[in-house]
């Protein structure tokens, strides 16, 4: 995934109610995008805490949106 395509995600993701990406591994790059190395356990405390939430919107449709300035047509 290029840059500009995971800050539009991370962005989407945030805006549908999303609060923890995994990124496996921690790095510079994505510690400008607001990553934060934790431990094991503070990271699976977290997933438990959120994995049961599901998202307040379209995440495909509010990326779309973000991505081309224009909301999906409803059929």
Do not use: H
Not at 17 to 31: C, E, M, R
Not at 38 to 46: E, H, V, W
């Amino acid at each position: 995934m290029t840059k500009s395509a995971f800050v539009l995600f991370a962005e989407a993701f945030r805006s549908c109610g999303g609060q923890l990406i995994d990124s496996q591994v921690y790095t510079s790059n994505l510690a400008r995008f607001g990553a934060r190395d934790i431990s094991r356990s503070s990271f699976l405390r977290l997933e438990r805490d959120f994995l049961p939430q599901e998202l307040t919107g379209n995440l495909q449709e509010e990326f779309q949106r973000l991505a081309t300035g224009v909301s999906p047509q409803k059929n």
